[in-house]
T-cell receptor
Framework: NAGVTQTPKFQVLKTGQSMTLQCAQD?????MYWYRQDPGMGLRLIYY???????DKGEVPNGYNVSRLNKREFSLRLESAAPSQTSVYFC???????????FGDGTRLSIL | QKEVEQNSGPLSVPEGAIASLNCTYS??????FFWYRQYSGKSPELIMS????GDKEDGRFTAQLNKASQYVSLLIRDSQPSDSATYLC???????????FGKGTTLSVSS
């Protein structure tokens, strides 16, 4: 069972470059999420998609865009990367309201 | 801004002891609560879900919920060195559409 798959696992960018992080789930879940995790800051929600065709901002959306391509896939785009966006990015999905989220393995992103 | 608060620790317990992890949340409308375990360099892994006041047991883990006090706890009995990790508490927002995570408590179990 693949669950939630994130690509790439590691990436180094230069300031100003753009990049798309990919996430796909094979559990037929309705909702998908993007988080960033920084030391001492916990998991912070960037964007989420409660269902196919909808997206909403989370706590820290500035500098990011998302696309819910279909029910399986939810991508996160950095249009002009900044060093402050150096972080570990996690994608998660869940089936329905008030159910637990299942996480991918994460993407470790460094911006120089 | 709705929040989930946890003591960052580290919480240190000897092998075989009971580890008690605590969490408070600010959104009175939250209906679901979760405990995740995260090993260093890994992704969060679901341990327990709890939706009703009282205790819920699963093996060595017991989750406790008190909605009146807005308090959630996780007890780990017979703690093992393999339990050493960061434990994240999360509550769903009132609409149930997203989770709010605490910053986590680091647990260290010594053999």
């Amino acid at each position: 069972n693949a669950g939630v798959t994130q690509t790439p696992k590691f990436q180094v960018l230069k300031t100003g470059q753009s990049m798309t992080l990919q996430c796909a789930q094979d559990m037929n879940h309705n909702s998908m999420y993007w988080y960033r995790q920084d030391p001492g800051m916990g998991l912070r929600l960037i964007y989420y998609s409660a269902s196919e065709g909808t997206t909403d901002k989370g706590e820290v959306p500035n500098g990011y865009n998302v696309s819910r391509l279909n029910k399986r896939e939810f991508s996160l785009r950095l249009e002009s990367a900044a060093p402050s966006q150096t972080s570990v990015y996690f994608c998660a999905s869940r089936d329905s309201l008030n159910q637990p989220q299942h996480f991918g393995d994460g993407t470790r992103l460094s911006i120089l | 801004q709705k929040e989930v608060e946890q003591n960052s620790g580290p919480l240190s317990v000897p092998e075989g002891a009971i580890a008690s992890l605590n969490c408070t949340y600010s959104d009175r409308g939250s209906q679901s609560f979760f405990w995740y375990r995260q090993y260093s360099g890994k992704s969060p892994e679901l341990i327990m879900s709890i939706y009703s006041n009282g205790d819920k047991e699963d093996g060595r883990f017991t989750a406790q919920l008190n909605k009146a006090s807005q308090y959630v706890s996780l007890l780990i009995r017979d703690s093992q060195p393999s339990d050493s990790a960061t434990y994240l508490c999360a509550s769903a927002n009132q609409a149930g559409t997203a989770l709010i995570f605490g910053k986590g408590t680091t647990l260290s179990v010594s053999s």
